[in-house]
């Protein structure tokens, strides 16, 4: 049996599978049903520095290929949050997702989740729906180089760093996360949307603009990992429309040495994770990989 | 993906609540619920109060701004839903017991429907009384509590229910209705040894299972439920004493 055991950077996955942020991540006892079905970490909703109850309803739809979300970054806020955080982490590797204005909203955020016990936080420069975080931070070169430095100035723990494809300069972005010592780069975010409804002539989501995931996604999320393997020297973890095996060996293929679930939750249920180990360890079987590292970019060559 | 539904029939069930019966060929299992959209307000959960094989209703009482809103809507106006979601009740044995409590007396009419079943209706004063005639055309016995005796057994829904299980049994209690009602349900099926299915409810965004905001505990109502076994209940300890805003923070019940 081939070895689902993974690493990205100093951290080791027994299973190459996460949950992706914003998907039944945001209590404690969710974190911890979801370790136990089978996925190799889990990392938390964005977290803030303040309670945010999010966009109004309707902040999500499905959609043909796939879901799209304005959430709007809910979350308890940073303080309350530790209470989850106390139930999650005995249980397995926690990654600490936050979202911030700026440099010093990540450094305060990331600190508390070291203090709290993440192995490792995750930025998100790429939340394509609230105004004044996530992508509207997330795509300036400059502003992510600074976020990053930040962050990595105050704490020890793995610095990750969440990019959206809702840009042209992707690599260069990624460059950034590099230069300014960031551990790892999480591709993709969702890609910018909007849904209308055509008898009451205005966009459905409360927000008008929204975020697409699932299937219809994966092909960018996958070329956009297979760009920033050629351009950056740092751990790669891919997120976008993976809901079978085959999904997370492309990802794995084009660069990424560990993926995140996210939209499949919703269609196939927990137990997506199992059937993606199985199917990849079959697949590693009987090709001849021995492990995830030797499939990691193997489109490349 | 949403379904864009013309209402074809309003029936005012009292004073604050009307049913919107609406041409929709989904199929829907009784207990399962849509979202539905209200233009420029919001977006809600509602449970499908009836079910036929090209329509389907919801039962809204007007209790905030969505909901006066949706009282607003006329026959021949179109409505933009989600759904069906939620797995609904188990109904493979038709000795049972129905209990709806409240608005949450729309939730189990379609059980009562399928199934025929003893049914208790309770309510705050007869006036608050929803869906007497359909349960009646359906169920040769159908039971009225009210916390003020206007109607029925002078009492609450729970109380009926104990009086009624002295000398009658099922093999289970189906319900829904008010927090507090299936906390007390659930505990005196705890004492009495009576096996339940009760239907919850939690603040709701995706309804899809994504989220993660409408958990109780770990299970999400949208998804694992909204209707939950007695042993499931028997893990939940956030039932009747907790639930969570659109923030995700907790509040205490008491």
Redesign the interface.
Known sequence: MASLSTSVGSIALDRPGMIAS??????G??L??VLESGAGAVVT?SIGLM????H?????????GG?V?A?GL????IE?FG?EMKVAVPKGKVIGSIYGAGPEDFSKLAIKMEEYGACAVELNLSCPHAKGYGMEVGTDPDMVKSIVSAVKSSVSIPVWAKLTPNTHILTKIGAAVQDAGGDAIVAINTLKAMVI?P??A?P?MSNKFCGLSGDAVKPVGVRAIYDLKSAVDIPLIGVGGISCWRDAAEYIMAGACAFQV??A??TK?LEVFGQINDGLSAFMDEYGYGSISSMVGAAHE | MSDIVIIKEIIQEAYDTKTFVFDWDAKVRPGQFIMVWIPGTDEIPMSVSGISDSTKSITVKAIGEATRRLHEFKVGDRLSIRGPFGNGFDLADDNILIIGGGVGTAAIMPAVVQTGADTIIAARSDKDLIMLDTARKHSKNVWIATDDGSAGFHGNAVQLMKEKLKDRSYRYIVACGPEVMLYFTYKACQELDQDCQLSMERYMKCGAGVCGCCVMDDMRICKDGPVFKKDQISKLKEFGVSNRDACGRVHNFR
């Open positions: 914003g998907i039944m991540d945001e209590t006892k969710s911890v049903r909703k309670p945010n109850p999010g109004d309803n309707p902040c999500f739809m499905e959609v043909r879901y979300n959430m809910p979350n308890p806020g309350e209470e409804s008898e009451f205005r459905i996210g939209s939750v919703g249920g």
